[in-house]
């Protein structure tokens, strides 16, 4: 297929992907300081943000800040959707991840995101989340998202359940408690995902991350 943009007499810069050592395809970022919810969290001790590694470490350069402002201004960008499909279609790759750092800003929003997983049926996504009203809006009046977008609704609080409603979850441990769920094998594996899939398959309802 032709590429989309092509059509277009002026295709916006929405930014670049990324591309971290763990994952098994590209990803997308934006700032965690830009965090709705997660941002909240931050400040509560306990929480799964209170020491958020995308505030820090290379997340702080002024390299990767001017890329992540990038990426949140274009989000009114009218032909997002069609420069994201076309950017991740060329990849030519079966598995990509929403946020690897940040998370969804709104409801249109995710619209959007779900236009883009509408629009590649070939390729497997997976978005986790701590945005629980933003996606309770969507499933109340859609009732479900695409068969190939995997959204997991994070608990806020370490060794906290899983939250209760969402059909996809994840949860975080520490050590010598009982994880529920398919627990990440990441920290066995180098801290890569290696050839498991868990976090974007459906049949898996909850994914347990050890702490760490």
């Not at 702080?60 to 800040?65: I, M």
């Not at 598995?95 to 929003?109: A, I, K, M, P, Y």
């Not at 906290?160 to 398919?182: L, N, Q, W």
Request: a positive charge; charged letters at 20%; proline letters at 5%.
């Amino acid at each position: 297929m032709e590429s989309i943009v092509k059509f277009h007499k002026r295709v916006p810069d929405i930014g670049s992907l990324g591309k971290p050592s763990k994952m098994p395809g590209h990803t997308y970022g934006l700032s965690a300081f830009d965090c709705k919810v997660g941002a909240k969290l931050a400040e509560v001790e306990g929480s799964t943000c209170h020491k958020c590694y995308a505030k820090r470490g290379n997340y702080l350069f002024q390299s990767t800040k001017k890329a992540q402002a990038l990426r949140l201004s274009s989000l009114d960008e009218a032909q997002w959707v069609l420069v994201m499909v076309d950017k991740i279609r060329k990849l030519h790759e079966t598995h990509f991840r929403w946020h690897d750092s940040g998370d969804v800003q709104s409801l249109q929003h995710l619209f959007q995101i779900v236009a883009v997983a509408e629009a590649l049926p070939e390729v497997s996504f997976w978005m986790p989340t701590r945005e629980k009203g933003i996606v309770n809006e969507y499933l109340r009046t859609f009732g479900a998202f695409p068969e190939n977008l995997t959204v997991r609704v994070s608990a806020a609080m370490i060794g906290a359940g899983a939250p209760e409603g969402f059909p996809h979850t994840s949860t975080v441990h520490k050590k010598g408690t009982d994880p529920v769920g398919h627990v990440c094998p990441s920290n066995q594996q180098d801290g890569k995902c290696g050839s498991c899939r868990a976090c974007w398959d459906k049949t898996v309802d909850n994914v347990a991350y050890p702490y760490h």
